[in-house]
Nanobody, 121 residues
Framework: QVQLLESGGGLVQAGGSLRLSCAAS????????MGWFRQAPGKDREFVAA????????YYADSVKGRFTISRDNAKNTVYLQMNSLKPEDTAVYYC??????????????WGQGTQVTVSS
């Protein structure tokens, strides 16, 4: 059974930082590209960041470029999202996802349950 378990969300003031983690089980982690997505109330889910299998290539939405960093530890089956200089518009439920093909997949295979990030002004 595949499980992606996010953690690290919470309430932070604008300008602050959070680090999200996503621990994977039930998949051969190093064989999957990983992505972070988010969904704010009343909005569609949107891409945030992605990383390829080796961790050598990363991709970011323009809205988070320069502030967020995605990384992975294949020995720990975990992907991270370091979020700095947080803004109120970053408030959303953040989801991690896994895909065997590409970090830019339009249809990730597996999804976590999400973790809430709230940024106060």
């Amino acid at each position: 059974q595949v499980q992606l378990l996010e953690s690290g969300g919470g309430l932070v003031q604008a300008g602050g930082s959070l680090r999200l983690s996503c621990a994977a089980s039930g998949i051969t982690f190093w064989n999957y590209a990983m992505g972070w997505f988010r969904q704010a109330p009343g909005k569609d889910r949107e891409f945030v960041a992605a990383i390829n299998r080796s961790g050598g290539s990363t991709y970011y939405a323009d809205s988070v470029k320069g502030r967020f960093t995605i990384s992975r530890d294949n020995a720990k089956n975990t992907v991270y999202l370091q979020m700095n200089s947080l803004k109120p518009e970053d408030t959303a439920v953040y989801y991690c996802a896994a895909d065997p093909a590409s970090p830019l997949s339009q249809d990730y295979d597996y999804w976590g349950q999400g973790t809430q990030v709230t940024v106060s002004s």
